[in-house]
C-alpha cells in the first residue's frame, strides 16, 4: 500500500507539472500568434515598397529615354546648321585663297612688268649714250672730202636716225602697254582687296549667325524642358534611395523577427519535448502501478486456483527469472532451488492456455520439459494447458 500512495502522489505531482507545461505552452503559442500577426504587416508593406520603387524605377528609365532622344534631335538640328555653316565657311575661304592667290600673281606680274620697263630705258639710255660717244657720227665731214662722200654720210646718218626713231617708239609703245598692264594688274589688285574684304566681311556675319544660333539654343525652351526632367529625375532618384532605405530597414526588422520567432519555435520545441518526456515518465507510472495492482490481486487470490510447478534444469548459481503470459507479461518470478541440478516455483494458474519463458543471465532460454510454440519475435515460449 505504501508503494501505491507513493505512485498516487507522483501521478499527482506529474498532473500538476503537466497541467503548468500545457499554461506555458498556451502562452507561448499566444505570443507566437501575435509576433506572426506583426510580421505579416512588413511583408505586405515590403512588397508595396517594391512595387512602387519598380513604378520610379520604370518612370525614370522613360524619362531618361526621352530626355536621349530630345537631346539626339537638338544635336542633330545643331548638326545640320553646323554642317551648312561650315560648307559655306569652306566656300568663302576657297574664295578667299582664289583672290589671294590671283593678287599674289599680279603682283608678281606688276614686278616683272616694272623690271621689264625699267630694262628697257636703260637699254634706250645706254643706246643714246652709244651714239652720242661715237666721233665718227658726230664729226662734220672734211670739205676736200667730195660730195659722194657726204651724201653717203648723209644718207647713213638718216637712216640711223629713222632706225633711233623706230626704236624710240616701239619703246614708248612698250612702256605704255607696260603702264596699261601697270593699270591694270592695280585694278585687279584693288578689286581682290575689295572682295578680300567682302569674304572677311561674309566670315563675320556667319560667326555672328552662329553665335546667335547657340544664345538660342541655350535660351529655348528644349534646354529648359531637359533642366526639367534632369531636375525630376534627381528627385525620383532621392525618392528611390529612400525608399530602398526603408526596404533596407524592413528587411532588417523581418530578419530580426524571423530570428525571434525561431527562438520561440526552438523554446516551444523544448517545451514539447519535456512535454513528451513527463507523459512517458506518467505512462511508465501508470504500466507500474497497473502492473502492481495485479501482482498484489494475483497474491491477494491466495490459492483459489491449483498450484503449478514449473521447473528448470540449471546447474551453477546464476539466477532464473520466470515470466509469462499469466504475469501478463509485465513482471518476472524468481526461481528457487527445488533439488539437485534444478531450479522452480509454484503458481497458481486459472483454467486455459498459458506460455512462458525463462531468463538466464540475459538470455531467453525454454524447458525441455515443456512443449514449445513460436512466439512471433524469432525466438519460443514453452506452452501449458491447464484443464
Same mark, same amino acid.
Given at each position: 500500500?505504501?508503494?501505491?500512495?507513493?505512485?498516487?502522489?507522483?501521478? &499527482?505531482?506529474?498532473?500538476?507539472?503537466?497541467?503548468?507545461?500545457?499554461?506555458?505552452?498556451?502562452?507561448?503559442?499566444?505570443?507566437?500568434?501575435?509576433?506572426?500577426? *506583426?510580421?505579416?504587416?512588413?511583408?505586405?508593406?515590403?512588397?508595396?515598397?517594391?512595387?512602387?520603387?519598380? *513604378?520610379?524605377?520604370?518612370?525614370? #528609365?522613360?524619362?531618361?529615354?526621352?530626355? *536621349?532622344?530630345?537631346?539626339?534631335?537638338?544635336?542633330?538640328?545643331?548638326?545640320?546648321?553646323? %554642317?551648312?555653316?561650315?560648307?559655306?565657311? &569652306?566656300?568663302?575661304?576657297?574664295?578667299?585663297?582664289? #583672290?589671294?592667290?590671283?593678287?599674289?600673281?599680279?603682283?608678281?606680274?606688276?614686278?616683272?612688268?616694272?623690271?621689264?620697263?625699267?630694262?628697257?630705258?636703260? =637699254?634706250?639710255?645706254?643706246?643714246?649714250?652709244?651714239?652720242?660717244?661715237?666721233?665718227?657720227?658726230? =664729226?662734220? +665731214?672734211?670739205?676736200?672730202? +667730195?660730195?659722194?662722200?657726204?651724201?653717203?654720210?648723209?644718207?647713213?646718218?638718216?637712216?640711223?636716225?629713222?632706225?633711233?626713231? *623706230?626704236?624710240?617708239?616701239? &619703246?614708248?609703245?612698250?612702256?605704255?602697254?607696260?603702264?596699261?598692264?601697270?593699270?591694270?594688274?592695280?585694278?585687279?589688285?584693288?578689286? %581682290?582687296?575689295?572682295?578680300?574684304?567682302?569674304?572677311?566681311?561674309?566670315?563675320?556675319?556667319?560667326?555672328?549667325?552662329?553665335?546667335?544660333?547657340? =544664345?538660342?539654343?541655350?535660351?529655348?525652351?528644349?534646354?529648359?524642358?531637359?533642366?526639367?526632367?534632369?531636375?525630376?529625375?534627381?528627385?525620383? #532618384?532621392?525618392?528611390?534611395?529612400?525608399?530602398?532605405?526603408?526596404? /533596407?530597414?524592413?528587411?532588417?526588422?523581418?530578419?530580426?523577427?524571423?530570428?525571434?520567432?525561431?527562438?520561440?519555435?526552438?523554446?516551444? &520545441?523544448?517545451?514539447?519535448?519535456?512535454?513528451?518526456?513527463?507523459?512517458?515518465?506518467?505512462?511508465?507510472?501508470?504500466?507500474?502501478?497497473?502492473?502492481?495492482?495485479?501482482?498484489?490481486?494475483?497474491?491477494?487470490?491466495?490459492?483459489?486456483?491449483?498450484?503449478?510447478?514449473?521447473?528448470?534444469?540449471?546447474?551453477? %548459481?546464476?539466477?532464473?527469472?520466470?515470466?509469462?503470459?499469466?504475469?501478463?507479461?509485465?513482471? #518476472?518470478?524468481?526461481?528457487?532451488?527445488? /533439488?539437485?541440478?534444478?531450479?522452480?516455483?509454484?503458481?497458481?494458474?486459472?483454467? /486455459?492456455?498459458?506460455?512462458?519463458?525463462?531468463?538466464?543471465?540475459?538470455?531467453?532460454?525454454?524447458?525441455?520439459?515443456?512443449?514449445?510454440?513460436?512466439?512471433?519475435?524469432? /525466438?519460443?515460449?514453452?506452452?501449458?494447458?491447464?484443464?
Amino acid at each position: 500500500m505504501d508503494n501505491l500512495e507513493k505512485a498516487k502522489l507522483l501521478i &499527482a505531482e506529474k498532473d500538476e507539472e503537466l497541467r503548468k507545461k500545457e499554461e506555458e505552452i498556451a502562452q507561448l503559442r499566444e505570443r507566437l500568434g501575435d509576433v506572426e500577426q *506583426t510580421v505579416v504587416v512588413p511583408t505586405e508593406s515590403q512588397a508595396e515598397f517594391e512595387e512602387k520603387v519598380a *513604378t520610379l524605377e520604370k518612370k525614370i #528609365a522613360e524619362m531618361e529615354a526621352e530626355k *536621349t532622344q530630345l537631346i539626339e534631335n537638338i544635336k542633330a538640328e545643331q548638326l545640320v546648321v553646323i %554642317t551648312e555653316k561650315d560648307k559655306h565657311i &569652306a566656300h568663302v575661304v576657297e574664295e578667299l585663297e582664289t #583672290a589671294r592667290n590671283d593678287l599674289r600673281d599680279a603682283k608678281n606680274r606688276i614686278q616683272e612688268l616694272g623690271e621689264k620697263e625699267e630694262e628697257i630705258k636703260v =637699254a634706250y639710255l645706254e643706246n643714246q649714250l652709244s651714239l652720242l660717244s661715237d666721233p665718227d657720227r658726230l =664729226a662734220l +665731214p672734211p670739205p676736200s672730202s +667730195p660730195k659722194p662722200r657726204l651724201d653717203n654720210v648723209d644718207e647713213t646718218a638718216k637712216a640711223q636716225i629713222r632706225s633711233l626713231e *623706230t626704236k624710240l617708239q616701239l &619703246a614708248n609703245q612698250s612702256f605704255r602697254n607696260s603702264e596699261a598692264e601697270r593699270q591694270k594688274c592695280e585694278q585687279i589688285n584693288r578689286d %581682290t582687296m575689295k572682295r578680300v574684304m567682302q569674304l572677311e566681311s561674309e566670315n563675320g556675319r556667319l560667326k555672328g549667325i552662329t553665335e546667335e544660333l547657340s =544664345a538660342k539654343l541655350r535660351d529655348s525652351a528644349s534646354v529648359q524642358v531637359l533642366e526639367e526632367k534632369d531636375a525630376r529625375i534627381r528627385d525620383l #532618384a532621392d525618392e528611390r534611395s529612400r525608399l530602398q532605405w526603408r526596404i /533596407g530597414e524592413l528587411s532588417q526588422w523581418w530578419s530580426d523577427a524571423k530570428w525571434k520567432i525561431g527562438e520561440l519555435e526552438a523554446g516551444v &520545441a523544448h517545451h514539447r519535448h519535456m512535454l513528451d518526456t513527463a507523459n512517458g515518465k506518467i505512462q511508465n507510472l501508470n504500466d507500474q502501478l497497473a502492473t502492481a495492482l495485479r501482482a498484489s490481486m494475483c497474491l491477494a487470490k491466495g490459492n483459489l486456483f491449483p498450484l503449478i510447478k514449473l521447473s528448470f534444469q540449471l546447474q551453477g %548459481t546464476a539466477d532464473l527469472i520466470d515470466n509469462g503470459s499469466f504475469l501478463n507479461w509485465q513482471c #518476472a518470478l524468481k526461481c528457487d532451488p527445488i /533439488g539437485p541440478g534444478k531450479r522452480g516455483l509454484m503458481v497458481d494458474l486459472p483454467r /486455459g492456455r498459458h506460455e512462458f519463458r525463462f531468463l538466464v543471465d540475459g538470455n531467453w532460454m525454454t524447458s525441455s520439459s515443456y512443449s514449445k510454440v513460436p512466439n512471433g519475435f524469432g /525466438g519460443d515460449n514453452n506452452l501449458l494447458w491447464i484443464e
